[in-house]
């Protein structure tokens, strides 16, 4: 079974139609059996949604769709991703602003999973840890 964690831009990519990385993103969730959510994940859809200025249903009907999707496996986080985030954050002296990525990294890391992302700085993070990447 071919999983993945995802991260929050290539859900955005996909579900967002005017979105040049659109089929992209299709693609590569289509071609992956398990979608590993991290929590995180879905409060920054929420945010990036109401950026969007989508009304209160659109956001729920979306985030119900993600939600209760049998491929999407919703991934909570004990404390131990957040201190891995805040680790990486104070050894590589990275703004603090990078924490909601670093915790899907260390979601990454500690299934040892493919990430899903189109983040160049994320990319070159999971690259660096020698975690898989999709595309």
Known sequence: MRQAVIDTNVYVHAIVEESPLNANARKILNEIELWITPV????????????????????????FSIIENPRVKV?????????????????EKLNVAMFNDKVILSTA????????????????QAKKRGLPLLP
């Open 40 to 63: 995180i994940v879905l409060y920054e859809l929420t945010w990036v949604f109401r950026k969007l200025k989508l009304s209160l249903s659109e956001i729920v009907d979306i985030m």
């Open 75 to 91: 991934v909570a986080d004990n404390g131990s991703h957040v201190k891995r985030a805040l680790t990486i954050l104070k050894n």
């Open 109 to 124: 890391m500690y299934l040892n999973l493919p990430l899903a992302t189109f983040d160049s700085e994320l990319r070159r």
